[in-house]
T-cell receptor, first 113, second 114 residues
């Protein structure tokens, strides 16, 4: 069956360090993968999209990589700040079908000052 | 602010009851999506409408139904409510109907079934 896995354990890092979050998937033929940020009690907010034929995407302090051989995406936040503390969700859209994003359960990031 | 408006923010009701959740998409967006988020299931896709017509269906229970009106707002109807229906219900919108590359989410409706 199709699965999207994100580390359920919170990631704790010090301010200024690079945070790296992982999204693994199985039994998907992906068209693209999205990363969203979700704060408590709020809706997810779109951050970045990377297509299956792209290796890397950057936006300001954010970088996403996509390895379709390893079936994995890595999400990096450089020079992290306490304001980056949130839950980060990856969402995979399979090629063909209805192109509806399927979300992982998210990883909580806590940046300590 | 995503531009997607959901009402009400909170809803407390009893088992067996029926409720309606409302969503107004961003101006110009034709697609509306409904997702359910619970602690044990994560964010689960329920249903998508595009310009008034059902486009895709996920794990939506038969007790749940939705529609999108000519002014593009959408309503999610939940009936014969059970304790397990307690969750955050999100509406999202996007301009596209078929590629869904970027969803804009509302702040959600927290449903508590007692």
């Amino acid at each position: 069956s199709q699965k999207i896995e994100q580390n359920s354990e919170a990631l704790n890092i010090q301010e200024g360090k690079t945070a790296t979050l992982t999204c693994n998937y199985t039994n998907y033929s992906p068209a693209y993968l999205q990363w969203y940020r979700q704060d408590p009690g709020r809706g997810p907010v779109f951050l970045l999209l990377i297509r299956e034929n792209e290796k890397e995407k950057r936006k300001e302090r954010l970088k996403v990589t996509f390895d379709t051989t390893l079936k994995q995406s890595l999400f990096h936040i450089t020079a992290s700040q306490p304001a980056d503390s949130a839950t980060y969700l990856c969402a995979l859209t399979a090629s063909g079908g209805s192109y509806i994003p399927t979300f992982g359960r998210g990883t909580s990031l806590i940046v300590h000052p | 602010d995503s531009g997607v408006t959901q009402t009400p923010k909170h809803l407390i009701t009893a088992t067996g009851q029926r409720v309606t959740l409302r969503c107004s998409p961003r101006s110009g967006d034709l697609s509306v999506y409904w997702y359910q988020q619970s602690l044990d299931q994560g964010l689960q896709f329920l249903i998508q409408y595009y310009n008034g017509e059902e486009r895709a269906k996920g794990n939506i229970l038969e007790r749940f139904s939705a529609q999108q009106f000519p002014d593009l707002h959408s309503e999610l109807n939940l009936s014969s409510l059970e304790l397990g229906d307690s969750a955050l219900y999100f509406c999202a919108s996007s301009p596209q109907g078929s590629t869904n590359e970027k969803l804009f989410f509302g702040s959600g409706t927290q449903l508590s079934v007692l």
